[in-house]
């Protein structure tokens, strides 16, 4: 049914393991490639969150994380 995934490769992902946390607290992470790629996905395709494909994982993840990463990141500038 969902034909255009998107997926970071194996080279694009360990580009990004360095920036992300490495301390567990509490309930453990779930596969960050995974729910970087939803999060990639949802924004190319202008899909709603809600409507983001199940093979990425809880919708309600990729959104909060999209959100926690964007409110953090909202001062810097590239």
């Given at each position: ?27 453990a ?50």
């Open positions: 049914m969902w034909e255009n995934l998107f997926w970071l490769s194996e080279d694009q992902f360990e580009k990004l393991r360095p920036l992300l946390p490495d301390k567990v607290r509490g309930v992470r779930v596969d960050d490639r995974r729910v970087i790629s939803g999060i990639v996905h949802v924004l190319k395709s202008g899909c709603r969150w809600a409507d983001a494909p199940p093979d990425y994982g809880p919708r309600k993840t990729l959104y909060n994380r999209w959100r926690r990463w964007a409110e953090k990141g909202s001062n810097v500038y590239v």
